[in-house]
Protein backbone atom coordinates (compact mmCIF):
# COMPACT_ATOMS: atom_id res chain seq x y z
CA UNK A 1 0.00 0.00 0.00
CA UNK A 2 1.35 3.39 -1.36
CA UNK A 3 2.12 5.82 1.75
CA UNK A 4 0.40 9.12 0.01
CA UNK A 5 -3.06 8.96 -1.67
CA UNK A 6 -3.82 6.84 -4.71
CA UNK A 7 -6.62 4.86 -6.10
CA UNK A 8 -7.18 1.25 -7.54
CA UNK A 9 -10.28 -0.26 -8.80
CA UNK A 10 -10.49 -4.55 -9.23
CA UNK A 11 -13.69 -5.52 -10.73
CA UNK A 12 -16.06 -2.82 -10.09
CA UNK A 13 -14.63 -1.98 -6.78
CA UNK A 14 -12.84 1.11 -6.11
CA UNK A 15 -10.62 2.10 -3.06
CA UNK A 16 -8.80 5.56 -2.77
CA UNK A 17 -6.44 6.15 -0.25
CA UNK A 18 -6.99 9.62 1.39
CA UNK A 19 -4.37 9.45 4.20
CA UNK A 20 -1.96 6.75 5.70
CA UNK A 21 0.64 7.67 8.91
CA UNK A 22 1.85 5.21 10.83
CA UNK A 23 -0.79 5.63 13.53
CA UNK A 24 -4.04 6.83 11.26
CA UNK A 25 -5.69 5.84 7.64
CA UNK A 26 -8.24 7.04 5.84
CA UNK A 27 -9.90 5.80 2.26
CA UNK A 28 -12.91 6.05 0.08
CA UNK A 29 -14.48 2.65 -0.60
CA UNK A 30 -17.05 2.53 -3.61
CA UNK A 31 -18.78 -0.19 -5.06
CA UNK A 32 -19.88 -2.22 -2.29
CA UNK A 33 -22.71 -2.98 0.54
CA UNK A 34 -22.48 -1.62 3.94
CA UNK A 35 -22.36 -5.09 5.34
CA UNK A 36 -18.55 -5.76 3.36
CA UNK A 37 -16.49 -2.35 5.32
CA UNK A 38 -18.80 -3.57 8.51
CA UNK A 39 -16.48 -6.80 8.33
CA UNK A 40 -13.77 -4.93 8.37
CA UNK A 41 -14.28 -2.36 10.80
CA UNK A 42 -14.95 -5.90 13.24
CA UNK A 43 -11.82 -7.21 11.84
CA UNK A 44 -9.80 -4.47 12.65
CA UNK A 45 -11.32 -3.91 16.09
CA UNK A 46 -11.19 -7.37 17.67
CA UNK A 47 -9.28 -9.69 15.19
CA UNK A 48 -6.09 -8.15 14.55
CA UNK A 49 -3.19 -9.77 16.86
CA UNK A 50 -0.84 -7.59 19.04
CA UNK A 51 1.45 -8.49 21.97
CA UNK A 52 0.49 -7.42 24.73
CA UNK A 53 1.65 -8.24 28.70
CA UNK A 54 -0.65 -11.03 30.10
CA UNK A 55 1.57 -12.14 33.47
CA UNK A 56 2.94 -9.80 36.01
CA UNK A 57 5.13 -11.19 39.01
CA UNK A 58 4.95 -8.68 41.85
CA UNK A 59 8.33 -8.90 44.15
CA UNK A 60 7.93 -6.06 45.94
CA UNK A 61 4.89 -3.25 45.63
CA UNK A 62 4.65 -0.57 48.34
CA UNK A 63 3.03 2.10 46.31
CA UNK A 64 -0.46 3.40 46.89
CA UNK A 65 -2.09 1.15 44.15
CA UNK A 66 -2.93 -2.55 44.28
CA UNK A 67 -0.63 -5.37 42.15
CA UNK A 68 -4.23 -5.70 40.06
CA UNK A 69 -4.57 -2.22 39.37
CA UNK A 70 -1.09 -2.21 38.44
CA UNK A 71 -1.37 -5.28 36.19
CA UNK A 72 -3.90 -3.70 34.67
CA UNK A 73 -2.12 -0.81 33.46
CA UNK A 74 1.06 -2.63 32.55
CA UNK A 75 -0.89 -5.23 30.46
CA UNK A 76 -2.53 -2.11 28.76
CA UNK A 77 0.81 -0.70 27.58
CA UNK A 78 1.05 -0.93 23.41
CA UNK A 79 4.31 -2.76 22.33
CA UNK A 80 5.86 -3.07 19.27
CA UNK A 81 5.00 -5.95 16.94
CA UNK A 82 6.62 -7.48 14.39
CA UNK A 83 3.89 -8.13 11.32
CA UNK A 84 5.89 -11.16 10.19
CA UNK A 85 4.96 -12.93 13.69
CA UNK A 86 1.30 -12.32 13.30
CA UNK A 87 0.82 -15.59 12.88
CA UNK A 88 2.51 -17.34 15.98
CA UNK A 89 -0.78 -16.21 18.29
CA UNK A 90 -1.66 -19.57 20.08
CA UNK A 91 1.52 -21.60 18.80
CA UNK A 92 3.09 -22.98 21.64
CA UNK A 93 6.83 -25.02 22.14
CA UNK A 94 7.14 -28.55 23.50
CA UNK A 95 6.80 -27.62 27.08
CA UNK A 96 3.41 -25.71 26.21
CA UNK A 97 4.84 -22.33 26.51
CA UNK A 98 3.81 -19.38 23.70
CA UNK A 99 6.25 -19.33 21.05
CA UNK A 100 6.77 -15.90 21.23
CA UNK A 101 7.24 -14.78 24.48
CA UNK A 102 8.48 -11.15 25.57
CA UNK A 103 10.04 -10.53 29.38
CA UNK A 104 11.00 -7.80 30.66
CA UNK A 105 11.45 -6.39 34.00
CA UNK A 106 11.27 -3.34 36.38
CA UNK A 107 12.99 -1.98 39.69
CA UNK A 108 12.38 1.16 40.41
CA UNK A 109 12.56 3.14 44.10
CA UNK A 110 10.86 6.46 45.33
CA UNK A 111 10.24 9.45 45.21
CA UNK A 112 9.46 9.21 41.62
CA UNK A 113 7.01 8.40 38.95
CA UNK A 114 6.93 5.19 37.42
CA UNK A 115 6.89 5.64 33.61
CA UNK A 116 6.25 2.49 30.90
CA UNK A 117 9.64 3.62 29.76
CA UNK A 118 11.29 1.77 33.21
CA UNK A 119 10.03 -1.85 31.77
CA UNK A 120 13.22 -2.93 30.43
CA UNK A 121 13.13 -5.84 27.89
CA UNK A 122 15.05 -8.75 27.15
CA UNK A 123 15.37 -7.62 23.41
CA UNK A 124 15.29 -3.65 23.38
CA UNK A 125 13.20 -3.69 20.06
CA UNK A 126 10.47 -4.59 22.51
CA UNK A 127 10.66 -1.10 24.67
CA UNK A 128 7.28 0.03 25.10
CA UNK A 129 6.01 2.41 22.23
CA UNK A 130 5.52 5.27 24.28
CA UNK A 131 7.55 5.50 27.08
CA UNK A 132 6.08 8.37 28.54
CA UNK A 133 2.68 6.51 30.10
CA UNK A 134 2.49 7.06 34.06
CA UNK A 135 2.14 3.82 35.90
CA UNK A 136 2.42 4.89 39.65
CA UNK A 137 4.32 7.74 41.93
CA UNK A 138 6.74 6.29 44.23
CA UNK A 139 6.78 8.31 47.63
CA UNK A 140 9.95 8.22 49.70
CA UNK A 141 11.27 4.13 50.57
CA UNK A 142 8.50 3.27 48.26
CA UNK A 143 9.59 0.27 45.81
CA UNK A 144 8.22 -1.46 42.90
CA UNK A 145 9.84 -4.61 41.66
CA UNK A 146 8.51 -7.07 39.34
CA UNK A 147 8.54 -9.00 35.90
CA UNK A 148 6.16 -9.29 33.08
CA UNK A 149 5.21 -11.20 30.54
CA UNK A 150 3.94 -10.37 26.76
CA UNK A 151 2.28 -13.12 24.27
CA UNK A 152 0.26 -12.39 21.31
CA UNK A 153 -3.25 -11.95 21.86
CA UNK A 154 -6.22 -10.60 20.07
CA UNK A 155 -9.18 -8.47 21.01
CA UNK A 156 -11.96 -10.94 21.51
CA UNK A 157 -9.66 -12.35 24.11
CA UNK A 158 -9.30 -8.81 25.77
CA UNK A 159 -8.98 -5.44 25.34
CA UNK A 160 -5.58 -5.10 25.75
CA UNK A 161 -5.06 -6.80 22.77
CA UNK A 162 -6.70 -4.75 20.48
CA UNK A 163 -4.54 -2.79 17.92
CA UNK A 164 -7.36 -0.49 16.33
CA UNK A 165 -9.06 2.20 18.15
CA UNK A 166 -11.85 4.84 16.77
CA UNK A 167 -12.36 2.50 13.95
CA UNK A 168 -15.31 3.76 11.69
CA UNK A 169 -17.15 4.46 8.52
CA UNK A 170 -19.94 6.83 6.81
CA UNK A 171 -22.16 6.79 3.93
CA UNK A 172 -20.06 9.29 1.25
CA UNK A 173 -22.13 12.56 1.37
CA UNK A 174 -23.07 14.38 -1.60
CA UNK A 175 -24.45 17.78 -2.45
CA UNK A 176 -26.78 19.27 -4.98
CA UNK A 177 -27.02 22.78 -5.64
CA UNK A 178 -29.26 24.70 -7.81
CA UNK A 179 -27.43 28.28 -8.25
CA UNK A 180 -30.73 29.81 -9.82
CA UNK A 181 -33.34 29.43 -6.51
CA UNK A 182 -30.15 30.58 -4.42
CA UNK A 183 -30.60 34.03 -2.47
CA UNK A 184 -27.52 35.68 -1.84
CA UNK A 185 -28.94 36.59 1.56
CA UNK A 186 -29.54 33.18 2.61
CA UNK A 187 -26.17 32.00 1.14
CA UNK A 188 -24.07 33.79 3.31
CA UNK A 189 -26.22 32.80 6.33
CA UNK A 190 -25.35 29.28 4.93
CA UNK A 191 -21.63 29.98 4.63
CA UNK A 192 -21.71 31.61 7.87
CA UNK A 193 -24.24 28.88 10.07
CA UNK A 194 -22.12 26.02 8.56
CA UNK A 195 -18.80 24.87 10.18
CA UNK A 196 -15.68 27.46 9.02
CA UNK A 197 -14.01 25.52 6.01
CA UNK A 198 -16.78 23.87 4.26
CA UNK A 199 -18.67 25.89 2.58
CA UNK A 200 -17.75 29.51 0.76
CA UNK A 201 -18.71 32.05 -0.91
CA UNK A 202 -17.54 33.05 -4.77
CA UNK A 203 -19.39 36.92 -5.26
CA UNK A 204 -22.91 35.95 -5.00
CA UNK A 205 -22.08 31.99 -5.38
CA UNK A 206 -22.11 29.07 -3.05
CA UNK A 207 -18.91 26.97 -2.99
CA UNK A 208 -18.32 23.71 -1.68
CA UNK A 209 -14.85 23.43 0.00
CA UNK A 210 -14.93 19.96 1.92
CA UNK A 211 -17.22 17.61 -0.27
CA UNK A 212 -16.58 14.61 2.18
CA UNK A 213 -17.77 16.95 4.93
CA UNK A 214 -20.94 18.96 3.48
CA UNK A 215 -22.95 16.96 5.55
CA UNK A 216 -22.10 19.01 8.38
CA UNK A 217 -23.42 21.59 6.51
CA UNK A 218 -27.13 20.53 7.32
CA UNK A 219 -27.26 24.22 8.13
CA UNK A 220 -27.33 25.32 4.38
CA UNK A 221 -30.29 22.91 4.07
CA UNK A 222 -32.69 24.69 6.20
CA UNK A 223 -31.43 28.99 4.83
CA UNK A 224 -31.87 27.23 1.63
CA UNK A 225 -34.40 25.02 1.05
CA UNK A 226 -34.92 22.93 -2.05
CA UNK A 227 -31.65 24.65 -4.03
CA UNK A 228 -29.36 22.89 -1.70
CA UNK A 229 -29.67 19.17 -0.85
CA UNK A 230 -27.67 16.73 1.29
CA UNK A 231 -27.54 13.18 -0.23
CA UNK A 232 -25.54 10.08 0.59
CA UNK A 233 -24.83 7.33 -1.29
CA UNK A 234 -25.06 3.50 0.03
CA UNK A 235 -22.45 2.11 -2.03
CA UNK A 236 -19.33 4.57 -0.96
CA UNK A 237 -18.41 4.76 2.32
CA UNK A 238 -15.31 6.73 4.33
CA UNK A 239 -13.56 4.49 5.90
CA UNK A 240 -10.94 5.68 8.70
CA UNK A 241 -9.06 4.07 11.54
CA UNK A 242 -6.42 4.43 14.29
CA UNK A 243 -4.04 2.25 16.23
CA UNK A 244 -2.22 2.51 19.34
CA UNK A 245 1.52 2.47 17.84
CA UNK A 246 2.15 -1.41 18.45
CA UNK A 247 1.64 -1.82 14.90
CA UNK A 248 1.38 0.11 11.70
CA UNK A 249 -1.95 1.49 10.39
CA UNK A 250 -0.51 -0.25 6.74
CA UNK A 251 -0.10 -3.19 8.59
CA UNK A 252 -2.87 -3.48 11.05
CA UNK A 253 -5.09 -3.25 7.52
CA UNK A 254 -3.08 -5.97 5.75
CA UNK A 255 -3.56 -8.30 8.11
CA UNK A 256 -7.24 -7.51 8.41
CA UNK A 257 -8.07 -8.06 4.70
CA UNK A 258 -6.27 -11.37 4.83
CA UNK A 259 -7.89 -12.90 7.46
CA UNK A 260 -11.37 -11.53 5.88
CA UNK A 261 -9.88 -13.54 2.85
CA UNK A 262 -8.70 -16.76 4.94
CA UNK A 263 -12.79 -16.37 6.50
CA UNK A 264 -14.47 -16.29 2.80
CA UNK A 265 -12.32 -19.30 1.71
CA UNK A 266 -12.89 -21.18 4.65
CA UNK A 267 -16.71 -20.39 4.30
CA UNK A 268 -16.83 -21.25 0.33
CA UNK A 269 -14.60 -24.78 1.22
CA UNK A 270 -17.65 -25.90 3.75
CA UNK A 271 -20.60 -24.57 1.35
CA UNK A 272 -19.02 -26.87 -1.36
CA UNK A 273 -19.16 -29.86 0.59
CA UNK A 274 -23.13 -29.21 1.48
Known sequence: MAAAAGASEVLGLKIEIRQVTPTACSFVVDGVHPYFVNALRRTLIAEVPKLAIDKVTFYDNTSALFDEILAHRIGLLPIPTDPSMLNMKGQVDAEGRPTLLVRYTLTKEGPCTVYSGDLEPEDKSYAIVDAKIPLVELLKDQRLILEAEAILGDGTQHAKWQVCQAVGYKYFPTATMDAKKMKPEAVKLAVERSPAGILSMDGSKLVILKPDE?????????????????????????FTFETDGSLKAEDALLKAVDLLKERFVRFQEAAADI
Open 214 to 238: VNKADEAEKQLGDAFKIHYDDRKFL
